[in-house]
């Protein structure tokens, strides 16, 4: 099973600042890695694709990156509405494995 | 409009059974491998389990391999999960899931306790 480690576990910002999340992978992925977000009481939405693949409707302030086995998500400048919890999910292996998560939280 | 509406979710003992459903409109249910995630209280995603189209081919996270069996109903477009000797720890909201079109329900919830 491919293990998705996601640093920071917290990352505390104000609107305005550039968010940087990380997504480790314990074997390569290849680019079959997403990025989703997840508000309370929400499902997750899906932001990333194919490690780089904005999804349908996500704002151009969110960006991915990366490959093999280092991933990171970058959110350009912070909305009030981007304040929320970022999960990595790799989509290359079974059983498809999700990360513990990255709470963005407001400074 | 896509709809994922889950059902079947309740209170259950340990060593219990549960089989969840979820049906699906608004899609070529057919065409696509259907998923099942989970998020205990409090926690994270966790991927369960999918299936192939045809329902062929399915795959298990190893914390529900032996206990837990998808399956899928294509001429109802229904997708199933039979969950067998339930423990305390699969007490968890749980999604049916479109991975590909991003298509998720808004879940059941799955309590196991005595």
């Known amino acids: 099973e491919i293990v998705l480690t996601q640093s920071p576990a917290t990352l505390s910002l104000s609107p305005g600042e550039r968010a940087t999340l990380s997504c480790r992978a314990s074997?390569?992925?290849?680019?079959?890695l997403a990025w989703y977000q997840q508000k309370p009481g929400q499902a997750p939405r899906l932001l990333i694709y194919d490690a780089s693949n904005r999804a349908t409707g996500i704002p151009a302030r969110f960006s991915g990156s990366g490959s093999g086995t280092d991933f990171t998500l970058t959110i350009s400048s912070l909305e009030p509405e981007d304040f929320a919890v970022y999960y990595c999910?790799?989509?290359?292996?079974?059983?498809?494995?999700f990360g513990q998560g990255t709470r963005l939280e407001i400074k | 409009e896509v709809q994922l509406l889950e059902s079947g979710g309740g209170l259950v003992q340990p060593g219990g059974s549960l089989r969840l459903s979820c049906a699906a409109s608004?899609?070529?249910?057919?065409?696509?491998?259907m998923y099942w995630v989970r998020q205990a209280p409090g926690k994270g995603l966790e991927w369960v389990s999918g299936?192939?189209?045809?329902?062929?081919?399915?795959y298990y996270a190893d914390s529900v391999k032996g206990r837990f069996t998808i399956s899928r109903d294509n001429s109802k477009n229904t997708l199933f999960l039979q969950m067998n000797t339930l423990r305390a720890d699969d007490t968890a909201l749980y999604y049916c899931?479109?991975?590909?079109?991003?298509?998720w329900g808004q879940g059941t919830q799955v309590t196991v306790s005595s």
């Open positions: 899931a479109n991975i590909k079109l991003d298509y």
């Open positions: 608004g899609f070529m249910f057919r065409s696509y491998y």
């Open positions: 999910q790799q989509r290359g292996n079974w059983p498809i494995t």
């Open positions: 299936i192939t189209e045809s329902g062929s081919s399915t």
């Open positions: 074997q390569s992925v290849s680019s079959y």
